[in-house]
C-alpha cells in the first residue's frame, strides 16, 4: 500500500486498513484505548475536553508484541516490556472487580494489573510506570524470582471473563 496515498485518506478509510494490518488482539487494545489514526499514521486518542494524545506510531504497532503496545501506553520503559515478554508464561493478565473485591484474569486487552502465577504477587501497571529506575525494577525482578522460588506452584485454573 501506499502510505502516502493513505496519510490523505478519510479517517474511517485508513483506519479499516491499518488495521488490517495488525491481527485481532492488537485490534482489541485500540478499541479498548478508543485509538484512532491520524494523517501522520500515529495512534491517538481524542476526547472532547482533553488535549489530543499521540500514543504510537502504525509502524510501532504493527512490529511490537500486543503487551508491548499496552506497556507503551503506560509509558512502561524497554526493560520491563522486554522482562515481561520473556518471562510472560509466568504472569496473567487482570482486573480488578470491584464488585466482588477480587482480582480476575483477563484477555490480555483488558489487562489493568499483571498476577505472578506461582506467588500470586499482583503488579499494578500504574505503579510500574513510577519505577524510573533501573536498579529498583531489577530489584522488583529478583524479588518476584525469590517468591517463585519459594512458593510452590499451584496449577492455574484459567477463568477468563
Known amino acids: 500500500m501506499n502510505y ?5 485518506a478519510a479517517q474511517e478509510v485508513r483506519d479499516e486498513y491499518l488495521r488490517g494490518e495488525l491481527g485481532d488482539e492488537k485490534c482489541e487494545i485500540l478499541d479498548k484505548y478508543q ?9 491517538e486518542r481524542r476526547h472532547e475536553h482533553h488535549p489530543v494524545q499521540q500514543y504510537f506510531s502504525h509502524k510501532f ?3 511490537a508484541s500486543p503487551l508491548g503496545m499496552i506497556f507503551h501506553i503506560y509509558k512502561l520503559c524497554y526493560a520491563k516490556v522486554k522482562y515481561f515478554d520473556k518471562n510472560w508464561n509466568e504472569f496473567a493478565p487482570c482486573i ?6 477480587l482480582f480476575e484474569e ?36 529478583h524479588y518476584i524470582e525469590e517468591r517463585k522460588l519459594s512458593t510452590p506452584i499451584i ?5 477468563v471473563m
Open 96 to 101: 480488578y472487580n470491584w464488585q466482588r473485591g
Open 61 to 63: 504497532a504493527k512490529k
Open 4 to 8: 502516502q496515498l493513505l496519510k490523505s
Open 35 to 43: 485509538l484512532k489514526s491520524n494523517a501522520n499514521l500515529y495512534w
Open 155 to 159: 496449577p492455574r485454573k484459567l477463568t
Open 106 to 141: 483477563t484477555r490480555l486487552s483488558d489487562m489493568e494489573f499483571i498476577k505472578h502465577l506461582s506467588s500470586g504477587i499482583i503488579l499494578d501497571l500504574r505503579n510500574l510506570a513510577k519505577i524510573n529506575r533501573y536498579e529498583e525494577f531489577v530489584a522488583l525482578c
